[in-house]
């Protein structure tokens, strides 16, 4: 019993956490998105989920509704969730970008940059075992690497994020899926991998060890985009 009242009180002090930082995130003014949203989009979901979904930036469903994923590639990621039993209410999801970028063009480095950091921070609230990213903007920044989705999608990768050892999981972004429709079907296999991803522990960060050789930097970053 003593057990199970402190599980409680720790999810109650999560989502207290989590509501606080919501409300500090509406106010952002970090950088020039906040000059012509309608309200930040912060994030939605279980604050206690194992499974994190972060995608790029806000459309113009989401803008007016201050929810991730509410048009039709969100309309498309519920029935994704759907076939591996699971709804809304069992992860979160959240975006890049708290705010619409003009015209739903891509997030500018700039403007990653300035809102990274609210993200960051929700990773660390929420302490997911699975961070799935949707697309090439979500999946770069979190990696710390400019590999394409292209080349990435379905390949799980253990980093850390928020302090915590998480397992990244690279899916193409839905709205791949609704301009071309062959990608469905990659969607839909990459999807199905999830519960075993969910059910496998999580290594600890391998020890660093001194390099005996110079590393030559890595490739300049391909152009960004959904696939």
Do not use: W
């Not at 998105?33 to 989920?49: C, E, I, K, Y």
């Not at 992860?91 to 300035?114: F, H, T």
């Not at 972004?173 to 999807?191: C, G, N, Q, R, S």
């Not at 522990?201 to 696939?227: H, I, N, R, S």
Request: hydrophobic share 45%; net charge neutral; proline share 9%.
């Amino acid at each position: 019993m003593a057990v199970a009242a402190e599980a409680v009180a720790a999810a109650e002090r999560q989502l207290t956490e989590l509501e606080a930082f919501a409300r500090q995130v509406a106010g952002c003014t970090n950088c020039r998105l906040s000059q012509g949203r309608t309200q930040v989009v912060f994030g939605v979901g279980d604050p206690d989920a194992d499974l994190m979904f972060v995608g790029e930036a806000p459309g113009f469903h989401e803008d007016k509704q201050g929810y991730p994923f509410v048009g039709q590639a969100g309309k498309l990621l519920d029935k994704l969730l759907a076939r591996i039993g699971l709804e809304r209410a069992d992860v979160y999801i959240a975006n890049v970008l708290k705010c619409r970028p003009p015209g739903n063009r891509d997030p500018a480095p700039d403007e990653i940059q300035a809102c990274e950091g609210h993200l960051f921070r929700q990773v660390e609230l929420i302490r997911p075992r699975v961070v799935a990213t949707l697309g090439n903007f979500a999946t770069k920044l979190l990696s710390g690497k400019p590999t394409g989705i292209t080349r990435v999608h379905g390949a799980e990768q253990q980093v850390t994020l928020g302090g915590s050892r998480v397992l990244l999981y690279p899916l193409y972004h839905p709205a791949a899926a609704l301009y071309t429709p062959a990608m469905l079907k990659v969607l839909e296999e990459d999807f199905a991998r999830l519960p075993d991803l969910l059910g496998r522990p999580v290594a600890a960060p391998a020890p660093v060890t001194p390099m005996l050789a110079p590393v030559a930097p890595e490739p300049a970053a391909v152009q960004l985009g959904l696939f």
